[in-house]
């Protein structure tokens, strides 16, 4: 399909079931910012699987991602499904790179970017102040998720940034989300957390004009701008691994072109004959 609005719109009017556009869109959110890459215009395609009962009928949110490509200002981005030896599913690009990086680029769904980082006039102070985080807005009850896997180091009111979480990754690296309406259930200091996992929802506490993530990335105990810092890649496959998958890449290839042309010729067969009439 073609985005002209959004991602999810866009997908699901192409018939895409809401399961599998949201797992579409995880899978791309270590590298994809939804609210500043994605153009109109823009491509995607994905397989999944179905499952069904013996008498046919379609059983919903059951099927994986067998494949997805966007289409980006004109740049391919491919992942496919790859089980490892361990019997841990994953998605990599086309040269075995995996998809998940240590921290994803955006840890909110369907939120619109509504400050950046930078200097900026404050919406409540009235002045000039340096604004070390961004701002998603979204409505209140979002679920918010673990930029990355970690540790949590607090979670709780906490001066104007209202209800707040900062989780302890590796290396120096921590993130922080505030004006959460509420958290999840039994989260508190010392939790450990994975990346994707939902850690509470959207709100508007602390000092806040109306419901929005501010999301910080703190590396040193310094905040800096997420869009900016240069992150590790993740996973890389190797060896017998790595020749694993390019057999995978290929069969997964062959499966989405004979599909395309099934598809194509049940469209053709189902079209309406046209019959031609003397007068």
């Known amino acids: 399909g073609t985005i002209d609005s959004s991602l999810y719109a866009d997908a699901r009017a192409a018939g895409v079931p809401d399961s599998v556009i949201l797992d579409l869109i995880k899978m791309y959110s270590w590298n994809v910012d939804f609210q500043r890459e994605i153009q109109s215009g823009d491509k995607f395609e994905v397989m999944f699987e179905e499952y069904q009962t013996e008498d046919g009928k379609r059983v919903a949110g059951k099927g994986d991602i067998v494949y997805a490509r966007l289409n980006l200002s004109g740049a391919d981005m491919p992942f496919y499904r790859f089980e490892d030896g361990k019997g841990n599913a994953d998605y990599y690009d086309n040269k075995g790179q995996s998809a998940k990086k240590p921290l994803m680029k955006t840890p909110i769904d369907g939120a619109r970017l509504s400050s950046g980082f930078g200097m900026r006039k404050h919406p409540v102070l009235g002045y000039s102040k340096m604004h070390k985080g961004v701002d998603f807005a979204a409505p209140r009850g979002t679920p918010i998720y673990a930029a990355g896997d ?25 993130t922080a989300y505030a004006h959460l309406s509420r958290f999840k259930p039994g989260l508190r200091a010392g939790s450990r957390v994975k990346q994707g996992e939902v850690i509470g929802y959207v709100g508007t506490t602390g000092r806040s004009t109306g419901p929005h993530l501010h999301y910080e990335v703190i590396v040193n105990n310094v905040q800096a701008n997420p869009n900016s810092i240069k992150l590790p890649t993740g996973r890389a496959l190797k060896g017998r691994e790595l020749q694993s998958f390019q057999r995978t890449l290929a069969q997964v290839k062959s499966k989405f072109n004979d599909t395309v042309r099934e598809t194509a010729v049940a469209a053709r067969d189902s079209a309406p004959e046209k019959i031609a009439s003397k007068k």
């Open 150 to 174: 970690g540790t949590v180091a607090k979670a709780g009111p906490f001066s104007s940034y209202g209800n707040y979480i900062r989780i302890r990754h590796r290396s120096g690296l921590e």
